[in-house]
Structures are given as structure tokens and as C-alpha cells.
């Protein structure tokens, strides 16, 4: 993933191309002045493209498999839902 700097002024004019970059995966940030002010980040990079990255990183390890279901550790009783016991758990 790259991360590309861009003042306001550079921005408007040339916005289409930019928007392209963070399609494509890029980090944009937005500067005034020569100082940060905001970030665009792609939205929700696919699950692959992010494993990826944290390997890269050297934060996770992964053999590429795909996990295998696992049955639910807790079902709840009733018709209450999970949130509605906790709730009433935390009063």
C-alpha cells in the first residue's frame, strides 16, 4: 500500500487522479500549509490484500489456508438475544 502526500490546491485541481490512486489502494494525505490534516484510505481492502500486508509486516503468519468452521462455544436459552444478557449482566 502506498501512502502519497498532497496539498489542498494539488488536490482540487487534480482530484479524479488522485481518487484513482486510493481506488487502486493508495493512502492519501491531505496537507495545509505543509501540515496534515486529513487522510482518504481505501475502504474495507479485501481480506486477502490486508493478510498480506500484516505478514509483510512481519505481524502475522498465515499458510494461506482457509480456516475450518468451528461449532459455537455458547447458545443462548429462550428468546432473549446475547446483547440482552449481557445487558441485563452489567445492571
Do not use: C, F, H
Amino acid at each position: 500500500m502506498t501512502q502519497t502526500t498532497v496539498g489542498i490546491r494539488e488536490l482540487k485541481a487534480r482530484l479524479s487522479s488522485y481518487l484513482r490512486k486510493v481506488k487502486n489502494g493508495a493512502t492519501l494525505t491531505i496537507t495545509e500549509r505543509g501540515k496534515p490534516i486529513g487522510r482518504i484510505v481505501p475502504i474495507s481492502p479485501l481480506v486477502e490484500i490486508r493478510m498480506q500486508e500484516l505478514i509483510e509486516a512481519g505481524l502475522a503468519a498465515w499458510s494461506g489456508r482457509k480456516l475450518t468452521p468451528r461449532p459455537p462455544v455458547a447458545r443462548t436459552q429462550g428468546e432473549r438475544t446475547a446483547a440482552e444478557l449481557l445487558l441485563e449482566d452489567r445492571e
